[in-house]
C-alpha cells in the first residue's frame, strides 16, 4: 500500500486524487492547509505528496514543499498550480517539486504523475472530468504597479503565492519578510492592537519588505470582511523575479515604493490633524489645498504650510 498525503482544501481536487489513486493500490490522507500537512508529515512518513499551491492558511504553499523536502527528502511530490505560469512552475519546481500539474486537472493528469514518480504501470482511474479554475474578475488598478508592461506586470501576479480567505478568515504575514495585495474582496489590517485601516483590491502591505535587511519582526494580521483572495510575495520570491528581469524594472518598482509609502504618511498625517484640529479649521485649510504643521511642544497648535 502506498502512502498518500493530499494537502488540498478544494473538495473537488480531493474527489480527482481519490479518483485517480485508486484500486487498493493507495491509501489517501487528507490536509487542508500547510500546517496540519507539516504535523502530518512529522508523524508519519508518506510515498508520495500531492499539493495545490493556492492554499490558505499560514505558510505559504512553496514554503511548505521547501520544509516537507527536509521531512520527506525520498518522497516524490506533485503540485498543482493555478494557470500556466512557467514562473510560480519553476519556483515550485525549485522549492522540490518533481511533477507540475496546472488546472483544470483531471484524474488521469493526477494519475500519470504519480506512476512517473513512483515507476508504476498504468492506472486505471474511474473518472475523467476535469476540475476548473474559477473565472476571475478583471484586474484591479494596482498603483505598485504603475507603468510595468502588461507581461511584466502578468508574470509578477502569476509569481505570488495566491491565499484565498473566507469572511472574516485572517491571514498573518511579517511585513519586514514579504508583500501582500489584495487582488479582490475587501479585508482590514491590524499589528498588535493597532488597527491600519481598510483594504481595497490593489492595495498593498509590507512593499518596503523587498528593500529590508535586517529588522525586528512586524506582524500583520489581515481579516476579509467579505470573502477575499491575497496575493503573498515572500522578500525571496520578489528578488528572484527582479533578478531574471532588466534593472530598469527594479528601478521603477522602487520608485511606485516610495510613492506608495509616500501617500500612506500624507493620508496618515492628514488623518491625525484631523483629529486634533476643529473640524470647520479643518475645511478651510483643506479647500485650500493645505496641511497643518504641528509644533510638538504644542500640538494643538500649527501652522499652515502649501502641499
Known sequence: MVDVLVIEYDPEVREQAGLALNGGLFELSFASDGLEALKMANAKSYELILIDLLMPGGVSSLEVIKRLRRVSPASPLIAICEGRSQLIAEAARRAGAGEILFKPVTSSGIGEAAQKLLHLPALQHRSETPVSTPVQAALPEIALLAHFSAADKTNLLDWAEKIPLAARGTYQFDGQQGMCLLLSGKARAFHD???????????????ASFFCKTGTRYLVTIQATEPALLYYYPKSLLRDFFISRPKSLTMRFAANVIVSLSQKLMHHYHEQHRNVMPANQWRVAEESGSALSVDSANPGAGSVFDV
Open 193 to 207: 492592537a493597532l488597527d491600519l485601516g481598510g483594504l481595497h483590491p490593489g492595495e498593498v502591505l509590507g512593499e
